[in-house]
């Protein structure tokens, strides 16, 4: 079972608090971050609290929750070491983990129903990062990465 931060803005509070019970019904161990009611916050500020977590804690998955996914993929991204993936299907899902080896999850509340949420990470979550190929290409980023440090 994965150990997984979540966090959401208040627009994905809703589906986070689902997710969050979901998959930890599943087995999984998730840290909830925040935030802890639908009051307004800024998902800069959640999404980068949990990339911090995954880019600092090996082997921790992060999942990120606002309204179309995108802002939180995008603040989460500039943490070094973190791979953030906005997922909305299962064949970008599965393909940001086997050939991208994303380690951050952001999902759109308002793009996604709680049932293909649920689909989607559960998918997320089975799929493993793939050798070869795909592993030297993900390598080629972090040397990108390492370059503007």
Request: hydrophobic fraction near 40%.
């Amino acid at each position: 079972m994965a150990k997984i931060t979540i966090g959401a803005d208040h627009g994905g509070f809703t589906l986070k608090e689902e997710l969050k019970k979901y998959l930890s019904e599943k087995g999984h161990q998730v840290e909830d971050i925040g935030t802890h009611s639908t009051e307004a916050v800024d998902y800069p500020d959640i999404a980068f609290l949990v990339a911090h977590s995954v880019a600092k804690n090996h082997g921790t998955l992060g999942i990120i929750i606002d309204g179309a996914g995108i802002g939180s993929c995008m603040a989460a991204n500039k943490v070094p070491g973190v791979r953030a993936a906005c997922c909305n299907d299962l064949y970008v899902t599965k393909n940001s983990r086997e050939h991208n080896h994303a380690n951050v999850l952001t999902l759109g509340s308002m793009v996604l129903g709680v049932g293909y949420a649920k689909q989607i990470a559960d998918a997320w979550l089975a799929t493993e990062p793939a050798p070869g190929r795909h592993a030297a290409r993900v390598n080629k980023i972090t040397e990108i990465e390492n370059l503007l440090k």
